[in-house]
T-cell receptor
Framework: GAGVSQSPSNKVTEKGKDVELRCDPISGHTALYWYRQSLGQGLEFLIYFQGNSAPDKSGLPSDRFSAERTGGSVSTLTIQRTQQEDSAVYLC??????????????FGSGTRLTVV | LAKTTQPISMDSYEGQEVNITCSHNNIATNDYITWYQQFPSQGPRFIIQGYKTKVTNEVASLFIPADRKSSTLSLPRVSLSDTAVYYCLVGIMNRDDKIIFGKGTRLHILP
């Protein structure tokens, strides 16, 4: 697609429920990233996929968080047994060589997750 | 990626030129300097990238001194719509690499 697409744009869930967030990266981009941003805070790195390599999961805050990337394209971030502190905007980005740049990172608009 | 330091926040007025400086003392030879802009409720978006001296595009200019240990993002004649958070990133950028964002500079433009 022309940009990075994330769905849903907003999600309200009850504490303890599982949620799945989806990211559809730019076609041909080999790298995909997930970040979390709490209100008024900076971007917190969560996980990074690069091609067929094992993902870098060093930013996942707990074992309730997991992510997969199927076929080197679409990625799903899953949060199990959601807690109120999971409330944040979850941003996805993809990267690849772009004209005029030594690689550029394109972000989606994010999924705003609210745990009540 | 090289560690960066930038002011937490800045205020300016419409029509003024705004300069945001980022320090990156341990920048490596192959590192590029890239700035991103983030509006509320949106993901960051690329503004400008440079290696040395000066780069200018339709949005901003980027000034990089000879030692490359700092860089200055210059926004000409800002408007209220330039209110955003601005992030400075330093890295090799010639391959897909994990990017760690700092806290950025929160720019507030006043009427």
């Amino acid at each position: 697609g022309a940009g990075v697409s994330q769905s849903p744009s907003n999600k309200v869930t009850e504490k303890g429920k599982d949620v799945e967030l989806r990211c559809d990266p730019i076609s041909g981009h080999t790298a995909l990233y997930w970040y979390r941003q709490s209100l008024g805070q900076g971007l917190e790195f969560l996980i990074y996929f690069q091609g067929n390599s094992a993902p870098d999961k060093s930013g996942l805050p707990s074992d309730r968080f997991s992510a997969e990337r199927t076929g080197g394209s679409v990625s799903t971030l899953t949060i199990q047994r959601t807690q109120q502190e999971d409330s944040a905007v979850y941003l996805c980005a993809s990267s690849g060589r772009q004209r005029g740049l030594n690689y550029g990172y394109t972000f989606g608009s994010g999924t705003r997750l609210t745990v009540v | 990626l090289a560690k960066t330091t930038q002011p937490i926040s800045m205020d300016s007025y419409e029509g003024q030129e705004v300069n945001i400086t980022c320090s990156h003392n341990n920048i490596a030879t192959n590192d590029y300097i890239t700035w991103y802009q983030q509006f509320p409720s949106q993901g960051p978006r690329f503004i400008i990238q440079g290696y040395k001296t000066k780069v200018t595009n339709e949005v901003a200019s980027l000034f990089i001194p000879a030692d490359r240990k700092s860089s200055t993002l210059s926004l000409p004649r800002v408007s209220l719509s330039d209110t955003a958070v601005y992030y400075c990133l330093v890295g090799i950028m010639n391959r897909d690499d994990k990017i760690i964002f700092g806290k950025g500079t929160r720019l507030h433009i006043l009427p």
